[in-house]
Every structure is written in structure tokens, then in C-alpha cells.
């Protein structure tokens, strides 16, 4: 596996996937600038005239929640992704904290339109139950994921991704991703993800940005991107500790690391249980 | 007040506020991220099918009139924050350059929905008389506190306090805060603030993070919000002298300073006078 | 045309430009940003109901195609800035990519309403010939100027600039500007500027500051912001080596280098070619 998630890292460095992403304007910038640092290519359009043109042009499409006002466009971008094959990453953000973003999510999954979902636990089970469990785009202390209950919580996670047919990239203190046959956890990370916002944004842009270079190894390539923003997360960590920085700092260290890391950096750290 | 400041700010890091903010494009990441630095949670939606919904979840309310198309998601969630009793609190950038920004500021303070306003001297001037006093999003030269006119803009201050019955909290170069009955004077800050784009925007969403997990305390919220900025860019302005940088890494040094300070850092530099 | 150069950066510092932009939400932040560190004022309203008030309250005018959804307030506003014979400065982002982008700009020139248009070369070849080149926000690698091509795509650039009446800025490794007359030529910067989102826009707002402050010298301004930007770049890539850092922090130290950089500063480090 650390070999294979090594190639997934390098191929996208060479390929330039262009991702095309329909997201919420608070971290925009962000998801843009860390595709670029994956080595993508960044395109956000939401303009419901052009969106079908620009995603089959693409080679993946990331659908976040937060970017409400845009059902539409995502549809039709959907759609357009479905019938060139392209993989389209679905990020549930607040799923659990409203009926219409919960709805949305639901539509886009029934519809065999969703290849990949990447969400916190909250979001996630809030898809699974249909109920909602979080009070805003943070995860809920309740649902968490634990040592404890993570060979429960990895059963569930695979029974999501073979009732909808998308591999599932469940992210927190533990990531759990599965393809509905094979499960993996991953370990790992900072606690100042936390303090920043739009680390679960970017991670779902850095899965799109892994998914567009390797459309066959859907799994593998959210793995990779589950352990490069782990990894990278223990470096900027590191980092702004030395340099007496704070969460913005880390933010920019954030994207910093991703941008210098090699797959045989990232092979030489990655920490991936299969269960 | 020191002491009350302080504990404040430490209030607001153990009980994580949810903020719900629906405010400009331009910084709306930076009042995000300044949120989670003192310790709340972030939500930025505007979606008229979701905000009220999203506004009874949260502990304050955000409103910044650079999101000028979401009018009607503002008072959807400023009568639903208010039959929650959750503080509102009011932006009104650049409300002198554009009658429609006025018109709403007018709108919201009239029907009694807002509990702290935040805005520079152009902004407050241009609330209180109905006239477009500047000329874009920055103070007027003319409009500007300075010790000369201190004790007469204190006045203006409080008695648009009275007028509104909200917390004014105009900022500058010295920050004023009144409810009322009780005026303060805080002095500090840095020139480079107004270098970088989202300072006001910034102290607004901190504000809102302050009354939030404070709301039995505007007056004193908005007292700690003036001083953790003007102390936090002092800290930040220091730091970028030493390392030889410019306005873009004081931006990352400010929210890194409010994101690694403690009441107790704040209640040993604050200068608070009491008028 | 250095000592030039070098005036059109200082009185921009001292004037302070107020730059009305109509730009996309992804990198809308930076570009208020840059305006600032180059001594401007930044105003990023698209409201219909307000622009055309806001921009004859401004020096210059930013059209950004990336805001596509705000086509109409970029023509209420084109025309207040003709009518107050103020810069109009368009970045044809994706021009190529899309259909819709390229019939707005070719709407906006073929109206006049144009005084410089800043893109890469796949956007400015679009536009010459009305046939979509890029498949992204980036240029095609077909399309790029090289040394080998220089003398045809400055010729392309001076007849381009000729049939729109716009000063032209084409920008890449190799940047050239013409006003149909004359035509400049410069090189340098960093191969970092492709790896953040956001090089492009940025230059288009820094134009946008230069033109705002320096009416009578629009060919001179389009100079002074490729000038500013290659010489930023560079100095911003040196620090990032320096410090071991990586793309986000290129982005930070790009803007940073901007709000040092002197008249005095560019005059010494231009390098640009007249053909």
C-alpha cells in the first residue's frame, strides 16, 4: 500500500490533473491553492451556463455542500462527470446541521453520481441515518471516532460506501476509508487542524486532486491523500511549534508541505492499518 | 475591567461559541479563521432555506453589509437570533458610500435587531446622520477620532448607543466603546492594520465570538474584542519588524497572536480609560 | 522609461488609489491585498443596485471574468467609468475555456469600453481569434511566448492592442505590453507565480492601482505592475528558499514583497526591453 499511495503522489506531480470544483467561498482559496501544491490544476467555476463545458474538460469534479446556492450547477456538472467517467469527490459539509444540505447529498448519492465522499464522522453518519447530529460544520464529540469504537465505526463505514457504491473517506483524530472490501485507518495528524478552518475542504480537494491523476485507484488515492494531509499536518505542526507560530501560521505551513512533498517522503512516514 | 476582559477571552476559548456569519466574499476566510483563533466555531451560511434554521443553533450572529445580496437571509436570521436572544452583531462597511448599505444598517437598528455595532468613524457618523460621509470602505480623514476630539466623538458614541440601545464599538486609531451609560477608550493597535484588507471585518467576527460565549456581558465583549486586536497587532507588528516582512505576513502574524493569546497575556498589556 | 516606472510606484503610494473590483471569489482577497500593499484602496462591491455608484466614487476599475454571474454590474460599471473617463482594466480569465467569458470580454472591447486588458496568452489569443485554446484558468503550453516567438507574439500583441484601442499586457515567463505603438518586454520573475492561484488576478489588480493613480500613463502603469510583479516574485522565491518554505508561503512573501518595494527599489532591478 505505502508503495502503491508513493505512486498515487508522483503520478499527480507529473499528470497535472485539472480539477474542477464547485465550493463554498470561505475556503475557496485555499482548496485552489493546495490542488495547485498537489500539483492539479485549480478551475472553480458555479455559473450553470458553463459548468457542463468546464467538467468535461476535467479530469475530477469536487462537489462541496457549502456551496448551497449552486444545486444546479452541481447536477449538471455531475451528470457531465458521469458520462466522460471522470470521478466526482462529494464533500458533505454541515450535511447533519441542515435538512437541505442533507437532502442535496442525498439526491447526489441516490442518483449513482458520487465516487467519492469525504466528510468528518458527524456528516457522515448523518448521511448514513438521514437524522441530523451536528450543530454546525465540526464534528460532533458524540460521533466521534475512537480507539474504542473504531472497529465498529470502520464496519459502518464500509457498509455506507456498498450501499452507495462510493468509496468513503471518513477523516478525524483517525480516518477510516473504504471502498466497501477493503478498510484502512490511518493515524496521525495535528490537533490544530482543528483551529483552521477548511482543513476537511482542503483534504477533499486533495482527494479530487489524487482521484483526477488516478481514476482507477479510487481507494488508493484517497488513502493518499488522507495520509498526505496527515503527514503534512505533523510537519507544519512541527514548524510553527520551532518558530513560535500560531493557527495561521500553520495554515500556510499547511499548504507549504504539501507543495514540497515527494511520494517518497510521504512513503517514508505513511502510517496505514488495513483491517 | 482588566480583570473582567480577561476573563472573557477565557470564557470564549472554554465554551467555543458557534458564530453564524454572513458577511463579505473578500475576507469572509479571515473572519473565519480569526473566530476559530479565539477559541469559537465558524458557520458562513446565507442561504435564505437554511439561516434561521442556522442562526438557532448558534451562540451570535454576525451581519456584514459587504454581503449585500443576502438581505433577506439577514433578517431571516436577525428575528430568528432575536426570539433566541442571541446576540446580533452589526457591520456596516462602507455604509456612507452607498445609499442600499445605509437603507439596511437603518432597517435592522430600527427594528431593534442589533446588539453590538462595529464600524469605523465614517461608518458610525454615517448611521447616525443618514449622509454618505466616505468614500469607499475606509475611514474619511475628516470623520477620524483623535485626542483633539476624543471627549466630543465619545459623546456621539454613546449617544448613538442610547439611540439604538445596541453597544457601539467604533474603531481607529482609538477605539471607542459605549453602551450607553459607560464609555471606554482604548489606545494601541498598529499603523499596518490598515495595510491589509479585513481588519474591521475581523474585529467584528471577533466580537461576535466574544458576545457569544459572553451574552450577559455586550459592553465587556466588545471592551476584550478592541483589546485583544489592538494588542494582537501590536505583537504581530513587532514580529514582522524583526523577521523584515510586509502586510501579508502581518495578516498571518495577527491571527497567529490572537490564536496564542490568554486573558492573562491580555490583562497584562491592556490599556483600558474609562471615560 | 525605468525612472518612469519608478514614479508611476510612488505616486501610487501617494495618491492611494480607490480600485473598484468586479472579480471571482477564489482569489478576491489576495487581490484587495495587493491593491493595498501597492498603496491603493480596494472597494470589491457587484451589487447592480450600487456599482455604477461606487465606481465614479473610484479611480479605476477591475473587471474580472471569473465573476461571471456579475456580467451586468460589469457593464453598469464599465459605463460610470467611461463616463468619468476612469481606467477599465480586463482580465479575460479562462476566456479561452469558455464560451460565455469570451463573447463578455469581446462585449466589453467591442463596446470601447476597455483601457487594458491583462491575460496569459491562451486568453489574449482567444480573444484575437475567437476560439477557445485552454482547457483551464492556465495557459497552454502550444500557446506560450518564448524566446523563439517573441517578435511574432509581440507583433500579434501591438495589433491586438491596435483593433481594441486597450494597452495590452500579455503575461507569462516572458510578459509583453504594447499600446499598439510601442511594445516592452519583460523577463524574470519566479516559475512559484504557477504554483499559487491567484498570479494572474493579482497582476490584473495591481494594474488596475498603477492605472487608477497614473491616468495619463496607462501603457506606462501595465509596465510598472509586470515589472513589479517579476522583481516581487523573485525576491519572494529567494526568502521561500531561504527559509526551506513552500508555495503558500510564496504567495504571503509575494504580497509582503509588494508593500516594500520602493520606486527606488524597481528602478534598480527593471529589466526591460523596447523593441
Known sequence: MTECVAQIVERTLQKRPMVHSITNNVTVNDCANIILAAGGSAIM?????????????????SLNMGALRAQEAM?????????RKRPVILDPVAAGASRLRGEMCARLLEAGLVSVVRGNASEVWALMTGAQHTLGVEVNALDQVTEQNLSESARRVSLFSRETGAVVLLSGALDIV????CTAVLRGGSEMMRRITGAGCMLTSLT?????????????AAVAASGVMKTCGELAYRRV???MEGTASFRTRLIDAVSMLTGSDLAAKLRVQIL
Open 208 to 220: 479530487a486532486a489524487y482521484c483526477g491523476a488516478n481514476p482507477e485507484n479510487l481507494f488508493e
Open 241 to 243: 511549534c520551532e518558530e
Open 178 to 181: 473504504s471502498d466497501g472490501k
Open 45 to 61: 467555476a458555479q455559473d450553470e451556463r458553463e459548468v457542463a463545458e468546464i467538467t468535461s474538460r476535467s479530469d475530477a469534479l
Open 75 to 83: 447536477l449538471l456538472s455531475a451528470h457531465a462527470a458521469k458520462r
